[in-house]
């Protein structure tokens, strides 16, 4: 009996000591958030070269309003939407997976491809060697094929005579690849191009030219360029090191890993992720609060963008209505012009598509200009915004009548025609700044959310334990 209540002594005495270690710094519905999360987001969010930091005491109450909002995506059920679950693994798993490459394998990787390299050379060296190539198609006919080998010839002999193999393979190789290049070829090994190029290229000397000959896609003459031995291990380390990284090897590894202990212990990728998530975040804090933030963060898009975001940027008119209520706070210091730059391939053009427009409503403009003008063709450019100063020369030049402008016309489209209204004090209509008028009107349907989410939900703050943060 003494050791049992011994046991339940120290197990309170060490569950003390874990709270006073990491105290509870507030609750959200009852929720706990301990002192080393909340420490966790705040130093992520008020590091240096954040411009807008808060102190702890603001934060706070930043912070209790996005476990508000994760918290009521918890009640409506989000994180048992199978989008939510795969996009959650996608983030979770670029972390998780690259843990569980054991130490060593990457290494082991790149000395095994060296070694791949080093037998595929088969004891030979490495070469360079360039080419000019008069192509042939396969069904050509024996007067094509006789064309060919006297222009190949002529290349030969105009070679053998001096000219330059270099400039001469940019003139004439018909492999625009290499011919840019004056016919030079990337470092090669045996097995890389085709039998009869690499046994005629193999049995050069440096700087030796060979005879025109035969292949499957033309006629050829092959410069060798250099020999050399393939570079040491240790020179071509971190290049394979990167190659490697490049094509996902710490992935492949991790992949095997899983499926070794998918196999051996029958149970699912998804599991052994689950499980590893779960052992590796009890040995490291900042994994856990970073999972941690990729799990609320989710979450809280997936609330605010259902409940908030996407109903307010569609509620168009209510954004009207905010527009009208708020329109001092979009006035301009400088005139605007809200219309269209056009650019027309005929001069008449220009006319007949002010004419088009004049009546109709700027959001039928373009559709009005591609079924009249640019059906069959592209007739008339058309560039159709709210522009200030600066924006497009045209309009400066002809709306805002700023006479330093010089009129600059599309390539192809050299005819210029403006159409629309300078506004001198301020948008006509809440589309005319479309962006910043539903950017402002999301905000303040988010800070009503948050304050309903404060009416649904208990938020206590542990003053105390708030001022030992980063202070402990």
């Known amino acids: 009996m003494k050791k049992i209540i011994l046991s339940l002594s120290l197990a309170a005495l060490s569950l003390a000591a874990a709270a006073q270690e990491d105290p509870i710094v507030m609750r959200i ?21 954040v411009i807008d930091k808060k102190n702890v005491e603001e934060y706070a109450e930043l912070f209790a309003n996005y476990k508000l909002k994760v918290q009521a995506a918890l009640d409506d059920h989000l994180d048992t939407l ?28 790149v000395r095994k491809y060296y070694d791949q390299m080093l037998a595929r050379l088969e004891g030979k060296q490495l070469i360079q060697p360039a080419h000019i190539l008069i192509r ?11 064309a060919a080998k006297v222009r190949i010839d ?12 270099a400039e001469l393979a940019q003139k004439v190789s018909q492999d625009p690849g290499t011919a840019r290049r004056g016919g030079t070829l990337p470092w090669i090994g045996p097995n890389q191009v085709v039998k009869e190029f690499e046994d ?44 490697l990284e490049g094509q996902g090897i710490e992935n492949h590894i991790a992949q095997q890993v899983l499926d070794s202990i998918a196999k051996g212990e029958e149970k699912t990728i998804e599991q052994i992720l689950d499980e590893k998530t779960e052992e590796f975040c009890a040995k490291d804090s900042e994994l856990k609060y970073l ?30 209505n905010y527009f009208k209520q708020n329109k001092k706070q979009y006035a301009w210091d400088v005139p605007h012009y809200s219309g269209m730059a056009y650019y027309c391939k005929d001069e008449a053009d220009v006319k007949k598509v002010k004419k088009l427009v004049k009546k109709l409503p700027q959001d039928e403009w373009m559709n009005a200009i591609r079924e009249t003008f640019n059906k069959d063709s592209i007739m008339v450019r058309v560039e159709r915004r709210v522009f200030k100063k600066g924006d497009n020369p045209n309009v400066d030049r002809l709306a805002l009548k700023d006479k330093s402008a ?17 506004l001198k004090k301020g948008p006509a209509q809440w589309t005319d700044v479309s962006s910043q008028v539903v950017s402002d009107y999301q905000r303040l349907k988010e800070d009503e959310f948050v304050a309903e989410l404060r009416k649904r939900y208990t938020v206590e703050i542990d003053k105390q334990v708030l001022a030992t943060v980063n202070n402990h």
């Open 291 to 320: 999972v941690q933030e990729y799990h609320d963060g989710l979450l809280l898009f997936e609330e605010c963008n259902s409940k908030v975001w996407e109903p307010a940027a569609k509620d168009t008119l209510a954004l009207e």
């Open 29 to 49: 519905n009852g929720v706990p958030v301990t002192r080393s999360e909340f420490e966790y987001n705040y130093n992520k969010n008020n590091a240096e070269g």
């Open 200 to 243: 005629v290229a193999y049995s050069l000397n440096e700087g030796e030219m060979s005879e025109p000959f035969l292949m499957p896609f033309g006629y050829d003459i092959v410069k060798l360029i250099g020999k050399k031995d393939l570079e040491s291990f240790d020179e071509l380390h971190d290049r394979i090191q990167q190659f």
């Open 406 to 422: 010089e009129l600059k016309p599309v390539k192809g489209y050299p005819h210029v025609g403006i159409f629309g209204k300078v």
């Open 154 to 165: 002529s290349i030969h002999q105009a070679l053998k005579d001096g000219a330059d193999f």
């Open 82 to 109: 199978s989008s939510y679950q795969k996009e959650f693994r996608q983030y979770r798993d670029q972390q998780i997976r690259p843990l569980l490459v054991p130490e060593g394998a990457k290494e082991q990787e």
């Open 136 to 146: 042939l198609a396969q069904d050509a006919t024996e007067e094509q094929k006789a």
